[in-house]
Nanobody, 124 residues
């Protein structure tokens, strides 16, 4: 079993910043990746960013490049998403997920475990 616990969501004004955290625990093997997805009102869940635990390589959706930064703490098995220059269109429930594939993926079906989601609301 793998458990993912998220924290850090909240309400901010446009242009502000938030940092999301996701801690993984349980039976976790050496090679895996973690990612962030988000789902806004009336929209499907979409990819935000991913990071490899083997080499730290990252992959970002075009909509967040230059504004969001994904990082990891290998010892704590914790992933972070630093979100800067937030826009109202960033408003969504943000989910963390764990993927067993060796390659970074933007497909939600590739991720086996999911967190509970945390609400991020950006006001104009």
């Amino acid at each position: 079993q793998v458990q993912l616990v998220e924290s850090g969501g909240g309400l901010v004004q446009a242009g502000g910043s938030l940092r999301l955290s996701c801690a993984a625990s349980g039976r976790i093997f050496t090679n895996y990746a973690m990612g962030w997805f988000r789902q806004g009102p009336g929209k499907e869940r979409q990819f935000v960013a991913a990071i490899s635990w083997s080499d730290g390589s990252t992959y970002y959706a075009d909509s967040v490049k230059g504004r969001f930064t994904i990082s990891r703490d290998n010892v704590k098995n914790t992933m972070y998403l630093q979100m800067n220059s937030l826009k109202p269109e960033d408003t969504a429930v943000y989910y963390c997920a764990l993927d067993w594939t060796r390659y970074l993926s933007s497909r939600k079906d590739d991720y086996r475990y999911w967190g509970q989601g945390t609400q991020v609301t950006v006001s104009s």
